[in-house]
């Protein structure tokens, strides 16, 4: 089954301690979740490697998020929403929002 949600989609987090924030779509796992470039990021504390030279310290890291907590964001009514698949006269598949515009132009 074709993803209704993409790398480098811009999305919309729907639920959760990050609604309402919006990201880029870095990773789409297999396991049906996606990371989102600034949402959902926890503290990782990192031991000092003087073999490789890395330092300690603590570190931001991207967590995946359930791919049913995001929406893709549609630019022209400013919110998420739903997408389905279409397909055009000439053939070709295309994702469409529920509104009726492509997503991908």
Known sequence: MANKIRKGDEVIVITGKDKGRR???V???SDGRV???GVN???KHIKPNPNIG???GIRDKRMPLDISNVMVFNPKTKKGERV???VDKDGSKVRV???GE????
């Open 23 to 25: 990201g880029t779509v």
């Open 27 to 29: 990773q789409v796992l």
């Open 35 to 37: 990371e989102v470039e």
């Open 41 to 43: 990021l926890a503290k």
């Open 54 to 56: 890395e330092p300690g």
């Open 84 to 86: 389905g698949f279409r």
């Open 97 to 99: 929002f529920a509104s």
């Open 102 to 105: 492509k997503v991908d132009i």
